[in-house]
């Protein structure tokens, strides 16, 4: 994803479309596009309108269709919620009316209310974001087109635009529908004289990095030379805002293709999203996902492009699959495939189209935990190692979403690999000791770090079912249930989903009274994930988990304790809130 071209686009191409989003997006944000999709588009300002839904890791944008002109729609950091609604609309007919998606974006807006006239005054184009500071690269990875977290780094600043309405034209696509097919009603041609703009932005992409960034506007370096006509546009949207509260306002997408995923992309990429700017806001883990962006003419630093990731990928491989490797290499080098892997997402994806790499990380944690004696007895080596590469391995999920080989790959000879990266990261959580020293002590929290790894990367296995299962191909098996019948005859697992729950269990109650980290704040999230999983869709983990832990969830267990610990400015907080409340309901 680090140049222009057709490893950098989503699966499903739209030329057109394609050349549009390459004119009007700064280069960084452009390799951001995870997919694109036609539909119908509701909103406060716009009404029963045909267009291209373009999603990014950070934000949704919207153009006409065919495409005119681009405005940001949402940033994933203002959504509260994306659901999928059962209903007919009525302004649909036939068979078009039968397999329409109908999606409900809820977020939170600073627009105003009214049917006054919009203006479009937005403070950066699509693409422009604030830079981030400069950070030590590794020598193997010189610098990397943009940060897989959410940092896009400061290209070219395209001229402040204005998107006037436009009548969509009837132009046949060969993947979606005629528009007028549809019998949406026509857009009347606004006076040439008086042009009538179409919907407001509503916020510009930007790093989550703290609470007080919430609301801010300031122009950044390199974005100050603007048009005078720009700046008294968004002068005007600024005092328009400035008058009005926070409110909370619905986007409805209405798919008409039966194949569409629209919603399985938007709900993986908010996933994704939320999980990425929380743990963001922990500067151990930022640092490791920094990126240089200086731009500054006397140290200038183009991205790396596809070929030179490629290229040190291979490198990387190589040296990973070499014969005779020793343990204290393999951990180094594993260290700079997950921080190249946290740095770029390109890199994610050709670690799935490599059959080996991901071969041999599964190979390599089979062997480290199946090490083990009769004893139960772990070395301080082994859960090193074994909680890195399944660090690792959740790295790459994460972001990966709409690379077709993934699901190839883990899908093959039955799932071949899924069931064995499954049952590998599965684990005693009980140290197996006769004394008390220091070293016992040590190995526990190594333990501990190992099934915080090993429960994120089942998160995201989880995901990954969970999606798969959304395929439109009749012959696809992965799904959430598959998962856990994968899992169901490994000795461990009963205790392993344990150790899960009773943490839970530590964090919702009055044992601890600290607020959550935004590590642990995502580990709660992930964990109560994993615990509605096995209550809806495990028959036996489910009635293990009622049975074994019913007076604790009955009652150490209480939603204001979560609301308590965690901190309101977390992106993560109120879906874990929501995912608590759903938690206790299936646990009756």
Not at 381 to 391: A, P, R, W
Not at 458 to 480: P, Q
Not at 560 to 568: D, G, I, R, T, V
């Amino acid at each position: 994803m680090a140049r222009f071209g057709s490893d950098s686009l989503p699966s499903r191409r739209n030329m057109k479309l394609d050349a549009f989003l390459k004119r009007n997006m700064d280069r960084a944000v452009y390799e951001r596009i995870r997919s694109y999709e036609p539909c119908v588009v509701i909103s406060d300002t716009i009404n029963k309108m045909y267009m291209h839904v373009v999603l990014t890791d950070t934000c949704v944008y919207l153009t006409e269709y065919p495409p005119r002109a681009l405005t940001a729609a949402f940033n994933f950091r203002r959504v509260r919620d994306i659901e999928l609604v059962n209903d007919l609309p009525d302004f649909l007919h036939g068979k078009h009316r039968e397999l329409c998606q109908h999606i409900r974006i809820s977020y939170f807006t600073d627009q105003p209310t009214g049917r006054q006239r919009r203006w479009l005054g937005r403070d950066q184009t699509p693409g422009t974001t604030p830079a981030t500071s400069s950070s030590q690269r590794s020598s193997r990875w010189p610098s990397v087109a943009h940060s897989s977290q959410g940092y896009p780094t400061q290209g070219n600043h395209s001229e402040h635009r204005t998107a006037e309405v436009h009548i969509l034209a009837p132009v046949r696509s060969t993947s979606c529908p005629h528009p007028e097919t549809l019998g949406l009603p026509r857009v009347p041609q606004p006076p040439s004289t008086a042009p009538l703009f179409l919907y407001s932005s509503t916020i510009s992409p930007k790093p989550p990095l703290s609470p007080s960034n919430e609301g801010r506007n300031t122009p950044e370096r390199g974005q100050v030379s603007r048009s005078i006509g720009s700046v008294l546009t968004r002068l005007v949207r600024q005092d328009h805002v400035s008058s009005e509260e926070k409110r909370e306002t619905d986007l409805h997408l209405y798919a008409v293709s039966h194949t569409s995923r629209l919603y399985f992309h938007l709900q993986s990429l908010w996933n994704s999203f939320i999980i990425r700017s929380t743990l963001l806001l922990d500067p151990l883990y930022r640092g490791r996902c920094r990126v240089s962006t200086d731009s500054s003419p006397g140290n200038q630093n183009p991205p790396i492009s596809w070929e030179r990731t490629a290229n040190l990928f291979a490198q990387l491989s190589s040296e990973l699959l070499r014969e005779g490797l020793g343990v204290e290499s393999l951990y180094l080098l594993l260290q700079e495939l997950r921080t190249a892997a946290h740095r770029n997402v390109a890199l994610c994806r050709l670690f799935w189209r490599s059959r080996q790499m991901c071969v041999f990380l599964v190979e390599t944690l089979e062997d480290s935990l199946r090490g083990r004696g009769h004893l139960g007895v772990y070395t301080a080596d082994q859960l090193l190692l074994s909680t890195l590469i399944t660090q690792t391995l959740a790295v790459m999920f994460r972001q990966t979403e709409v690379e077709p080989s993934r699901l190839n790959l883990l899908s093959a000879e039955k799932g071949a690999l899924a069931s064995r990266m499954l049952l590998s990261l599965i684990c005693d959580p009980r140290l197996q000791t006769q004394n008390q020293s220091s070293e016992d002590s040590e190995l526990q929290v190594l333990l501990s770090e190992y099934l915080d790894a090993s429960c994120s990367l089942l998160f995201e296995m989880l995901l990954f079912g969970h999606e798969a299962s959304r395929c439109s191909s009749t012959d696809n098996f992965l799904s959430v249930g598959w998962i856990l019948r994968v899992l169901q005859p490994h000795p461990h697992l009963m205790s392993f989903i344990d150790h899960q729950a009773h943490q839970v269990v530590l964090v919702l109650s009055d044992q601890q009274k600290s607020f959550l980290s935004p590590f642990q704040s995502v580990l709660l999230f992930q964990r109560c994930y994993l615990l509605q999983a096995c209550l809806r869709h495990g028959d036996r983990l489910a009635q293990h988990l009622r049975s074994h832990f019913r007076e604790e969830f009955r009652y150490s267990v209480k939603p204001s304790c979560a609301e308590e610990k965690l901190l309101p400015h977390y992106p993560i907080s109120q879906p874990t809130l929501r995912l608590v409340e759903l938690v206790l309901a299936l646990h009756r």
